[in-house]
């Protein structure tokens, strides 16, 4: 191949740079067949430092030998390649495995060739996916710094874009279970690396703290995102092993109200609502001057008002969970029966539906709406209720009368779960071979939930002591379960029950009466 010339130039024209402390590298492939070519390109590009980063220079010597480097490596931020080598297509070949084969759009090509006329410029511009064009004679040094600068720069705008796309699939795939409270910290610590992502700032610390306000005054920290050398387990601000002296600039901004930076670090307050208040922490590695607080500060302003949105409506939701069993206690207690029922029953409908490989949200719709079951007793008067004998036939008949009651209350919701709940009350005294009440329904025409209920509330209540009789053995309430399978009971349901019996026993001793 043709010998690597260099035109003569000064020095003075050559672009310096302070070179600085940094361990990273931009690594450069050069892939030419001819010896020199290799030892000019070292020489010239020695001392270069560019983007804060020196330069990994890496020899291929034929165009199969650059494929075997190249093919589990990506790292490679350009390529320097010569067009003829073992062949005299060698070199656009090689473009042609790339871009084609591997799908390595990152990298950036330089064709630089010594006999042009092989491969004029016009046609590999527009055949080949390459990012520039040199003939060897014409290629000074001062211009393969310039060539390596700009491929250098285009490969980093690259990798940003990319990194914030991967990062924005991240942020994405973590939303799907945003509604659960383990996973609010994933989804801020994914919104926040997306942050820094499109900044293109190193950080070994990334935290999101919240702060909030009860009504009597007292205040409770909390960490709902984290990253970096400080992850930790705990949700607790107080009791996390974070640093002492980042804990303590955490606590300073919730006190202070205001933002701080300095070259290590970025604080920033953000007040999310009358009582509540986030601080984003930013630890920086290096390159703190190309950090931009205004993009941070719009960008997690933004993500503390999605995660306070979700807070508030995860607290929602548990409120209403519990506010589910107080009534389901309060109908109990009426009923002078323990509340411990309430919440086993509730655990009952959950594990039977799970065993039933239902839908996991209409398994946590019966969990939810079981405790309302029985809520028509409201309207059922004390003295029935409590009767320690056996009713009377006006009695019963006053008694079978909850079901319809409490449906009728809780079809006044348009609520999904009361929806659920309606037919758990209306239909749970229901038997499977049409004896029960109130309409006498039988097999499948009774409500799956309404089966499931049946079952859990008549195996839990036979484990208790109540009024009107004392609780039964464990084999005894087997013993029962089967004697009344495809009676009273739907028999997959009984089995179960009963192939797993110790696992629903588990429950009642968890809680007792």
């Not at 043709?2 to 050559?14: H, R």
């Not at 931009?26 to 000019?40: A, N, Y």
């Not at 009774?446 to 509330?457: F, G, T, V, Y």
């Not at 005894?476 to 009676?487: M, T, V």
Request: charge should be negative; charged fraction near 30%.
């Amino acid at each position: 191949m043709s010998k690597f010339i260099f035109k003569e130039e000064s020095t003075d024209d050559l672009i310096t740079e302070t070179i600085q402390n940094n361990n990273k590298v931009w690594r450069i492939l050069v892939v030419d067949d001819d010896e020199s070519v290799h030892q000019i390109t070292r020489l010239v590009l020695a001392d270069a430092f560019i983007e804060n980063r020196k330069l990994d220079i890496v020899s291929a010597y034929s165009s199969q030998e650059a494929k075997d480097i190249l093919e589990d490596d990506t790292s490679f931020c350009m390529a320097f390649v010569d067009v003829v080598m073992e062949t005299d297509h060698a070199g656009l070949e090689l473009v042609e495995w790339i871009r084609k084969e591997k799908h390595n759009q990152a990298i950036r090509l330089v064709l630089r060739t010594g006999q042009a006329g092989s491969a004029p410029e016009a046609k590999v511009i527009k055949e080949f996916d390459i990012n520039d064009y040199k003939e060897k004679t014409d290629f000074t040094a001062g211009k393969m710094t310039t060539t390596v600068y700009a491929s250098i720069r285009a490969y980093r705008d690259i990798m940003t874009i990319q990194r914030s796309l991967d990062a924005f699939k991240q942020l994405i795939k973590s939303t799907h279970d945003l509604l659960k409270i383990n996973q609010f910290r994933p989804f801020g610590s994914a919104a926040l690396n997306h942050l820094l992502t499109l900044m293109d700032v190193d950080s070994s610390a990334l935290y999101i703290a919240r702060s909030q306000r009860d009504f009597d005054e007292e205040s409770t920290s909390l960490i709902i995102a984290c990253t970096g050398k400080y992850v930790c387990e705990s949700d607790s601000l107080d009791n996390s092993n974070i640093n002492e002296e980042v804990k303590s600039l955490i606590k300073k901004a919730f006190d202070e109200k205001c933002h701080c930076t300095s070259n290590e670090y970025f604080v920033g307050y953000y007040e999310t609502s009358s009582d509540a208040s986030s601080v984003l922490y930013i630890e920086f590695e290096d390159d703190a001057e190309h950090f931009r607080s205004n993009l941070a500060e719009l960008f997690a302003t933004n993500v503390a008002l999605i995660l306070e949105s979700l807070t508030k409506q995860h607290e929602i939701e548990r409120t209403q969970k519990e506010l589910l069993y107080i009534v389901g206690e309060a109908v109990e207690a009426r009923s002078k029966e323990t509340g411990s029922h309430v919440h086993r029953v509730s655990l009952i409908c959950e594990l039977l539906a799970k065993k039933l490989n239902l839908e996991e949200k209409f398994i946590e719709a019966i969990k939810l709406a079981s405790p309302l079951h029985d809520l028509g007793k409201v309207a059922v008067p004390e003295e029935i209720l409590h009767k320690p004998g056996k009713l009377d036939d006006d009695e019963w008949f006053i008694m079978k009368t909850h079901t319809e009651s409490g449906a009728e209350l809780l079809r006044k919701s348009t609520a999904s779960i009361s929806k659920i709940g309606a037919k758990l009350a209306l239909y749970h005294h229901e038997n499977w071979d049409g004896t029960g009440y109130p309409e006498g329904l039988s097999g499948n025409d009774i409500p799956i939930e309404a089966r499931i209920m049946a079952l859990a509330d008549v195996f839990d209540a036979l484990g208790s002591d109540r009024c009107y009789k004392e609780k039964w053995h464990e084999d005894d309430i087997k013993s029962y379960l089967i004697e009344q399978k495809g009676k009273k009971f739907e028999p997959e349901l009984v089995d179960i029950l009963v192939d797993n019996y110790q696992e629903f026993l588990n429950i009642r001793q968890k809680l007792p009466d």
